[in-house]
């Protein structure tokens, strides 16, 4: 097998040269460069990506854990995340906890073995916080507190908690029925995702005198269980006018209200929140919450490169050294300490300041105070989210459809 060493001798050039070449590290004159190139095309070399991952003390992999991808917003969010990161030369490692019966144990234990660089968490956990503050490896959480120091990313559930409202209230609404995942999860320190938009939602009816009830779903990997739940909310609350829900309840809502004869939008209105592609394949077209899933994603990519950067820099303040086994697999990958001069690998250095760009959204601090529901759950900035420093939050847009008036 064709090696650095064959490269150097081909090349007419020392082994450190074709090592800074190989790894993109250090400088290399053109014309020093080109020898080396023209000689790796010469004799098909290709270079050890397993050692020069090594080497750097990268294998370029995130791992992403998901609830299910069953249901369309982890879906869709999985492959805007995966996406996002192909664009940064970064590869994606899903872990689906519901799908695949197994939880977040096995994820973290290679990323503290350094099998990956590091986890975008999104599912639900029952660990404590301090679990994963222990970890000291990037993490970044997705629409869920983790703990003092891990940073957050999720949309702005009040601001679609309030479009959502102010839309329900000015167009007359009665009887709204809010549909959502086990109404136990509403509080502690990893609350269940979408919790701000049902809590404001709900403030704002009451202060409007317009009656909302709450009905749970299910598990949010059960798609299935949501027909069921349509059926149960027209049986039990004879006098409803608006459902709220995400994109799949609202879909089998005016489904079960097509079967049953009640006319959507006149007799009844439905918003969906999440805006995936199911509320363009309901029958009619679905009026949404819509959460930007690319703001998101790039937002999510942002945060670990930063995380990942930040232990770059801590681990050189701290004089640490390759292990000896990064230091023997990258033997032929390069040779000099030197040469790597602690570069980030190009997933690091791709994608700049993109979340400045994309927006931060609503500062964090905005609608951080306590909000109320009804039924006395109360949810507080630093349970629901993490904290202003350490949160990045993304505007949502009310996309106008077919099942409102």
Request: hydrophobic fraction near 45%.
């Amino acid at each position: 097998m064709v090696g650095m060493r064959d490269v150097a001798k081909k090349a007419g050039v020392s082994l450190s040269t074709v090592s800074l070449v190989v790894n993109n590290t250090g400088y290399v004159s053109d014309v020093m460069r080109a020898k080396v190139e023209a000689a790796m095309r010469e004799l098909d070399y290709i270079p050890n990506e397993l050692a020069r991952n090594l080497y750097h003390d990268r294998t370029n992999t995130i791992g992403v854990i998901m609830p299910t991808i069953v249901h369309p917003f982890f879906a869709t969010l999985t492959a805007a995340l995966q996406r996002e990161f192909a664009s940064r030369g970064l590869k994606t490692l899903l872990c689906s906890t519901a799908d695949a019966n197994t939880g977040e144990g096995e994820y973290v234990d290679m990323l503290q073995r350094h099998m990956m660089d590091g986890i975008i968490m999104a599912a639900h956990t029952e660990h404590p916080a301090d679990y994963w503050t222990s970890i000291r490896r990037p993490i970044v959480a997705f629409d869920r507190f983790l703990g003092a120091g891990v940073p957050t990313v999720r949309s702005d559930h009040e601001q679609g908690g309030r479009l959502i409202a102010q839309h329900l209230i000015a167009s007359g609404a009665h009887h709204v029925i809010l549909a959502g995942g086990p109404r136990a999860q509403f509080s502690g320190g990893t609350t269940f995702p979408t919790v701000r938009y049902h809590l404001t939602v709900e403030r704002m009816l009451a202060a409007a005198g317009i009656a909302c009830d709450y009905v749970e779903v299910g598990a949010v990997a059960d798609v299935t269980a949501h027909e069921a739940m349509a059926r149960r909310i027209f049986d039990r609350y004879q006098g409803v006018d608006a459902i709220v829900g995400a994109d799949v309840v609202a879909a089998m809502a005016l489904q079960e209200a097509g079967r049953r004869g009640i006319d959507v939008p006149r007799d009844l209105q439905v918003i969906a929140y999440d805006g995936t592609l199911i509320t363009e394949l309901a029958g009619k077209r679905l009026t949404s919450v819509r959460q930007d899933f690319p703001a998101i994603a790039a937002a999510l990519a942002d945060c670990m490169n930063e995380q990942i950067a930040a232990g770059d820099d801590s681990g050189r303040q701290s004089g640490a050294k390759r292990s000896g086994a990064a230091d023997a697999a990258a033997a032929d990958a390069a040779t000099s300490t030197d040469a790597a001069g602690g570069n980030m690998s190009d997933g690091d250095a791709s994608g700049g300041n993109a979340v400045d760009a994309v927006s931060t959204g609503v500062p964090a601090a905005a609608g951080s105070d306590a909000v109320e529901a009804i039924g006395g759950v109360t949810v507080g900035a630093g349970e629901a989210g993490g904290g202003a420093e350490n949160e990045r939050v993304i505007p949502v847009s009310f996309i106008p459809g077919e099942t409102t008036r």
